[in-house]
């Protein structure tokens, strides 16, 4: 079976910095479009960045210029790098991706992790 963890989240002060990792294990052939998402509390869930298997990105207006989405192929991971950070950044992050594996070509979510932003 396929699997997503992810690791980095915490508490940090307004204006500090985080890492996301999502590693992707199982027996895989390809993984396509890697994503992270956020949800707040009480808000409904909110596509955050993308990045495709050749490299190019996209951000939600709401982070672009702080957040940065990268992926390393060799190691079937996506990071998210996260600076300044605002109180309002505060909420559970999952990675999302399509990964063609033994199991065919199926969707899959990381567990999630709280990202708090508080002084």
């Known amino acids: 079976q396929v699997q997503l963890v992810e690791s980095g989240g915490g508490l940090v002060q307004p204006g500090g910095s985080l890492r996301l990792s999502c590693a992707a294990s199982?027996?895989?052939?390809?993984?396509?479009?890697m994503y992270w998402y956020r949800q707040a509390p009480g808000k409904q869930r909110e596509l955050v960045a993308v990045?495709?298997?050749?490299?190019?990105?996209n951000y939600a207006g709401s982070v672009k210029g702080r957040f940065t989405i990268s992926r390393d192929n060799a190691k079937n991971t996506v990071y998210l790098q996260m600076n300044s950070l605002k109180p309002e950044d505060t909420a559970v992050y999952y990675c999302?991706?399509?990964?063609?594996?033994?199991?065919?070509?199926?969707?899959?979510w990381g567990q999630g992790t709280q990202v708090t932003v508080s002084s």
């Open positions: 999302n991706t399509a990964v063609h594996s033994d199991y065919g070509l199926n969707d899959y």
């Open positions: 199982g027996r895989i052939f390809s993984i396509y479009n």
């Open positions: 990045i495709t298997a050749g490299g190019s990105t």
